[in-house]
């Protein structure tokens, strides 16, 4: 065969877009521009030169690992500079916590529950409870963070469980419900001061969004961010493969890794699980799942094992898998349907106790089976 320049241009060019994003390929094509037009060939041997050690770059991911929000993360991207961010993200997640975490008892959220008149609302707690509201109407109160004082007395906060009556229960729901309480001129107004807020059915998607967000400042635009099982995959990797996620099956565990049920690809999405087979315990023969249904009071008892919620970023996907799993299979298949903006993976127990799995159109296309 005979190699053009013509047909070698189309080659570098494919080789290209496989590992550049559009606006690196345009910025590289203006270098060279410029530099023919001053007809510096040095200039352009070089650049060629920066290029190839760029490649080189692409093709080695820079990985990152650590503990945050009690669980771990990993961040995985590629970058030509081979810049290490580990003391930047992990400076992020404490700040992050400081704000948002239920263990810290000086953090911005335990202030407001606490109802310390002084706290100074930041950016982090002001974008989750608005995205807490949010969510809690387009779900008519399946999502509520305002579930914390449920929480805690079935003892899925602080491992102290109260006195469980139906009394206990129908009192605490008196000050229980997002309609009563509100963000206004930077304070939070509560009906009630025993309110108390939870963001931990959403808060760890939205770390994962802003750890995206820094990395997309820092001009890198392939990676993937995981942390404690929440992801979000940017662009394809510079092989031009996506970014691979896999979905567990949910079988009752509470430490170990269970084996995988499917693989996702994903691109330019957030991905997030719910489910009730980790966070649970066993009293008196009966299993008490950590997720709560803030308008009875009780944790959810249905038929829905875990769900896998795709959408535009991860906070939105880890607000409505948590929701999801409050309505239960059949309400959550209506819910989809007529959201096509979210895509998701049910996996429930048939009437035999056997897994069974539905997915929504979109969701079926990026997702392998595992036998």
């Given at each position: ?78 970058d030509n500079e081979n810049r290490g ?12 916590d400081h704000s948002l975490s239920l ?269």
């Open positions: 065969m005979k190699f053009t320049s013509k047909y070698f241009s189309l080659q570098l060019f494919v080789f290209i877009q496989n590992i550049l994003t559009l606006p690196e390929i345009y910025n590289l094509c203006t270098k060279v521009f410029n530099a023919l037009q001053m007809n510096k060939f040095l200039t352009v041997v070089f650049l060629f030169f920066s290029f190839s050690l760029a490649v080189q770059a692409q093709n080695n991911p820079i990985k990152i690992n650590g503990f945050a929000q009690g669980t771990t993360f990993a961040v995985t991207y590629f961010f580990k003391d930047e993200i992990e400076k992020i997640l404490q700040d992050f263990w810290d008892p000086t953090s911005v959220i335990c202030r407001v529950n606490n109802n310390d008149t002084s706290v100074i609302l930041d950016e982090y707690f002001i974008s989750c409870f608005n995205k807490s509201q949010q969510t809690s109407v387009e779900t008519d109160g399946a999502f509520d963070a305002t579930v914390q004082p449920l929480v805690s007395l079935w003892g899925f906060l602080l491992n102290k469980k109260g006195n469980i009556e139906k009394k206990t229960i129908d009192s605490i729901l008196q000050f229980v419900g997002y309609t009563k309480i509100e963000l206004k001129d930077g304070k939070i107004i509560k009906k009630d001061p025993r309110i108390k807020l939870d963001f931990n059915g959403i808060a760890q998607g939205y770390s994962v969004d802003v750890i995206s967000s820094f990395l997309y400042s820092k001009g890198i635009s392939r990676f993937l961010v995981e942390i404690g099982g929440e992801v979000y995959g940017s662009n394809k990797k510079p092989d031009g493969n996506n970014w691979k996620v896999g979905i567990e099956q949910p079988m009752d565990n509470d430490e170990n890794e269970n084996p995988l049920k499917a693989i996702v690809k994903i691109e330019n999405k957030g991905l997030t699980t719910a489910g009730n087979y980790r966070k649970f315990y066993i009293e008196n023969g009966v299993k008490y799942a950590h997720t709560i249904n803030p308008q009875t009071g009780y944790p959810t008892k249905n038929n829905l094992l875990s769900v896998t919620v795709l959408a535009d970023n991860a906070f939105t996907a880890d607000a409505f898998d948590t929701a999801l799993m409050v309505m239960g299979l059949e309400k959550a298949k209506k819910y989809l349907k007529m959201h096509p903006g979210l895509q998701a993976c049910l996996i429930y127990a048939d009437k035999k106790g056997k897994f069974k799995t539905f997915e929504t159109s979109e969701f079926k296309k990026i997702t392998t089976e595992l036998k």
